[in-house]
């Protein structure tokens, strides 16, 4: 994605209020991201846990939605998937995110809901950039799994945005 100021970052936000936006933690070491390596920024709020922001370019504009991490975990056998990169983790590091829907519906209390890495590196997870403690079922080279990551991503928004 193209790199994004911690300004057009704070405004991108299509599913929360003002005063929402004001008290969220913003990412630490922004300065040092590499974009060419990132779907989207993801990170959680360290003074608040449970909330968790999504951060990417849509149409060429920035494009953030604020994630409330719900403390259920995966139903399975000790290990669940993430639901945007397909990454295996011990269950515990997959979590059920929940986003307010953009504008009116959301006002009115719409919200849908997917399963992701907890600590939200997707992007690094595909390109083996972050290491993975289980075995993965997922062979296909990190090219392949990014293309595929944008896509399910581009998916769980337009959910966020209709
Ligand atoms: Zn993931």
Redesign the pocket.
Known sequence: MRPLTATEIAESFVNCTRGEVKSMTPIRGLADVDWEVREFLGWRDPKAPARAYLVTVRNDRPLGVELRATTESRPGHGSAL??????AHPADS?GLFVARKAGQRGRDHHTVGTY??AD???PL??RKLRPVTLPQGETAPPEERARR?QRRLDAFLDRVLT
Request: glycine share 0%.
């Open positions: 993430c639901d945007i990169c397909h990454t997959v992701i890495c939200l590196a997707c997870y595909v990551l």
